[in-house]
């Protein structure tokens, strides 16, 4: 085994990226079209209510947007996943990727295009890795800004699968509210909601 996966390093028979670190980007590319959009309520130092806007506006008229902000609106996150897919297109010896029309929909378009073509990148683009690591960072800043932590979910136990050579996955599965089913981040096994009693009771003994 030569490869290893750019993310976590694990060993990897071939490719750049493991399965979950595959699917955490994808998760990531899909979000960030929403937090782009959060993003828009923190342009104004008063995001807060009308009454407390107009009497910040009033008794501080040169109170400064959060540029932070305005970066990351008005270029930061379109740029940066521009920037990859225009990387992964000369690798693959395609042409520029045409850039066009507002930054919404940019930054739609970038992370649709680059979670499309996801199973290629973990698969054939030697520096997935960095771009996994990078949309990461993006998502972890924009975050900062915004305040809301992406659900990390509850807990409820690591996976029983087992593999061909005999081995237990043990990757830790969480459950996100609302979801019917939860998908294994190294095996990719599925567990749906009536899996997850079972689950319980197959775990390993482990201190509480
Ligand atoms: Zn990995
Ligand atoms: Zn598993």
């Keep these: 085994m030569t490869a290893t996966c750019g993310m976590c390093e694990r060993n990897l028979e071939a490719g750049y ?3 979950g670190a595959a699917l955490a980007l994808a998760e990531r590319l899909e979000r960030m079209p929403k937090l782009y959009e959060a993003l828009a309520g923190f342009l104004s130092p008063a995001a807060r209510g009308i009454t407390e806007r107009v009497s910040l506006v009033l008794s501080e008229p040169g109170l400064p947007v959060d540029e932070a902000v305005l970066d990351l609106r008005y270029g930061g996150i379109a740029l940066v996943l521009e920037q990859w897919r225009s990387d992964v297109q000369r690798v693959r010896g ?3 990727p045409a850039v066009i ?3 919404t929909g ?3 378009r970038a992370s649709r295009w680059l979670g499309m073509e996801l199973p290629w990148i973990a698969d054939c683009y030697p520096a997935a890795g960095d771009l996994a690591r990078e949309v990461k960072e993006l998502e972890s800043f924009v975050l900062s800004i915004i ?5 990390r979910g509850r807990r409820i136990g690591q996976c029983v699968a087992v593999d061909t050579s005999g081995v237990i996955c ?3 599965l969480r459950h996100h509210n609302g979801e019917t089913r939860i998908v294994c981040p190294w095996c ?3 567990y ?3 899996d997850f009693l079972m689950l319980k009771t197959l775990q390993p003994e482990e201190a509480p």
């Design 106 to 108: 940019r930054v739609l």
């Design 94 to 96: 395609w042409g520029e």
């Design 192 to 194: 749906e909601a009536e």
């Design 147 to 151: 305040g809301a932590l992406p659900d």
């Design 101 to 103: 029309g507002d930054v």
């Design 17 to 19: 990226l493991c399965p």
């Design 188 to 190: 990719t096994c599925v």
């Design 170 to 172: 043990g990757a830790v």
